[in-house]
């Protein structure tokens, strides 16, 4: 079996990257993009390969020659290679060889395992292309598959605005093809359309022409589970790094979010599974031209929308453009002050008050505890629900405990309170005010939206709250998320049921994790999480969550040091019911192998 690689492109799209650089010679987790393809050949027992050249064509010859000297190189060198595309190489390709065997195609910009080419290899057919499930990120030809044959090939320009890629696949450009067909059909119309039609295309059209005509067919091998990448751009070596590294945690913990480039179940961070809702995810669709095309209101006017979806006084509240925007602004008009904080819990408090003490939560509050504690307090922080733990402190209790601390200020950050079906503090001030008072909220949990960053400030102190709007700017919140403020006020009773299905789904989740031999406890909790601790002579914390990331792809937070007393924790997000099914079962299977 011989192998043709097209590498004579000049990877437009990966510059800077590829500005004196061939771009199969970038590194992908500490091997060159061409190194892989070879390797994963090579692992297969094919050694006759071709190779097209173009850009920077010297360099490549020399890289694969002197590193591969086991290899039967040909090369075949495309002159032309910024003015035509793939149809031209193959051409070149197909006329330069004798066609004596079958043949392997892979397009030059692939990352893959070895598997995939064991998985062509091992195919019944004699002519296939590999293909897998399109998802997002992925572009380039599409085709339709039917009974294990393409239907049709859909290459990106034949792909409509409200193009349907639900029921799609994507090629990997990766192909097996008999020798007859080579020797003949294919090769005879793509050598004739290249020469005198359209060297400027790719070769995909002429399978469409033969697949529509009924000439010829190719079969398809969808890829299930095997790792491969598509490397056209910056971004697309970002998610094949993620890919193939050796640690995918630590990519995962360096870019703090960006997951959707990712193949990876997240039960690290924390949102709504169940809001928004269909309806409101196709009117958000449906005007986002004009949303991208306008700028957001002032900050008055999304102070005034804020307002209306929590029913508070106007004057009382700050838009955010995500909670995390408050953090340095408490930093600068409160840092130095003596705070008392919980321990453990959101970790931006100990960075803002440097000059702090804390109290326990050791899964639920000493109330009495906390009065004592807090006297020489100037701040009093309290995280309700509390993160990881998901301690509640009941909010009249908060409130009570201000009225009586009137010469402290009160930080209350309410981030998970819809899930501990309890009112927010912010009712009770809305009833009777208390000038000590500040609620911050990040909305990105509730309302199931981290990507349009959404939050609030609250407080009825009036020298406070002029402060704050003076550090914002004046279009402080994009566009999609103000209209999203609007729309929202539509919908209620379903985000109110989503909270309640998310209760649900967190008790059944409790339930069967408790189950699992590896749990101790699994701690109530009255937010969207669950925090669990694990069996002494059990796996640690970081040995099960690098297992759960590296054989099932799925990344949960390692907590074990923010208690720091010897004992082992996980953090799970509450995802839908058949995905917290799926961590269960991995963690069954990762205990049941060590």
């Given amino acids: ?14 510059r800077p990257l590829t500005d004196n650089l061939h771009k199969t010679m970038v590194t992908v987790a500490g091997k060159t993009i061409i190194g892989r393809i070879i390797d994963g050949l090579l692992e297969n027992s094919i050694s006759d390969i071709v190779v097209v050249t173009g850009y920077r064509a010297e360099e490549l010859k020399s ?6 000297t086991n290899v039967k190189f040909t090369f075949v060198h495309n002159e032309k290679y910024r003015e035509t595309n793939n149809i031209f190489s193959m051409a070149l390709a197909f006329e330069a060889i004798t066609i004596d065997t079958d043949i392997i195609l892979i397009e030059s910009d692939l990352i893959y395992r070895p598997e995939i080419i064991k998985r062509l290899i091992a195919s019944p057919y004699g002519n296939v292309a590999l293909v897998d499930k399109y998802r997002h990120g992925m572009d380039g030809t599409v085709v339709t598959v039917q009974e294990k044959r393409i239907t049709n090939v859909i290459p990106s320009h034949l792909q409509p605005e409200n193009f349907d890629f639900s029921d799609k696949y994507k090629t990997l450009n990766i192909y097996k093809f008999s020798k007859e067909l080579c ?14 039609i359209d060297h400027n295309c790719y070769y995909e059209l002429i399978l469409g022409i033969l697949i529509y005509m009924q000439k010829e067919t190719i079969h398809a091998e969808i890829v299930e589970g095997e790792s491969w990448s598509e490397v056209d751009d910056p971004n697309d070596l970002q998610v094949a790094e993620f890919a193939f590294h050796r640690n995918r945690k630590e990519i995962l913990e360096y870019n703090f979010g960006g997951y959707w480039n990712y193949n990876v179940l997240d039960f690290c961070f924390i949102r709504n599974m169940y ?3 269909h309806a409101m995810v196709s009117e958000l669709r449906n005007s986002l031209p004009d949303l991208i095309h306008n700028y957001g209101s002032r900050q008055a ?8 979806f929590l029913l508070c006084k106007e004057a009382n509240v700050l838009a955010l453009n995500g909670a995390s925007q408050i953090y340095p602004m408490l930093a600068n008009r409160f840092g130095a002050k003596k705070a008392f904080i919980p321990r453990p819990s959101f970790g931006e408090y100990q960075r803002i008050f440097t000059n702090c003490t804390t109290y326990d939560d050791k899964v639920g509050f000493d109330l009495n505890g906390i009065e004592r504690g807090s006297k020489d307090a100037e701040i009093v922080v309290f995280v309700n629900p509390n993160n990881p733990t998901g301690s509640l402190i009941q909010p009249d209790w908060i409130y009570s405990f201000a009225e ?3 010469n402290q200020t009160i930080i209350a950050d309410e981030s998970f309170i819809e899930f501990a079906d309890v009112p927010s503090v912010l009712s009770l001030l809305e009833k009777k005010p208390l000038n000590n008072v500040f609620i911050i909220k990040s909305l ?10 959404l939050g609030y400030a609250y407080s009825c102190n009036t020298e406070l709250m002029k402060y704050l709007h003076g550090q914002v700017p004046i279009w402080n919140m994009n566009s999609i998320a103000e209209h999203y403020l609007e729309i929202i006020l539509k919908h209620r009773n379903a985000l109110k049921k989503s909270f309640e299905q998310t209760a649900k789904d967190r008790t059944a989740f409790g339930e069967c994790l408790a189950a699992c031999p590896q749990v101790a406890r699994v701690y109530p909790s009255a937010g969207n999480f669950l925090l669990v601790e694990l069996k002494a002579k059990m796996a640690t914390a970081a040995q099960l969550a690098d297992q759960l990331l ?17 004992r082992n924790y996980l953090r799970f997000a509450v995802r839908l019911p058949e995905e917290n099914e799926r961590l269960v079962a991995a963690l069954r299977d990762i205990i049941n192998k060590l």
Wanted: no cysteine.
């Fill in 1 to 14: 079996m011989k192998a043709i690689i097209l590498a004579a492109g000049y990877g437009n799209r990966m």
């Fill in 63 to 68: 890289y694969l020659t002197s590193t591969f």
């Fill in 183 to 196: 020797e003949t059909s294919f090769k005879n119309l793509l050598v004739y359309y290249a020469r005198t």
């Fill in 275 to 277: 809001f928004p809702n």
């Fill in 301 to 308: 006017v999304l102070d005034r929308k804020m307002s209306w």
């Fill in 404 to 406: 009586k601390h009137a």
């Fill in 444 to 453: 990105s949990k509730s309302l199931g939206v981290p990507g349009i960053r």
């Fill in 550 to 566: 590296e054989k099932h792809s799925i990344y949960v937070k390692d907590v074990t040091e923010k208690f720091n007393n010897g």
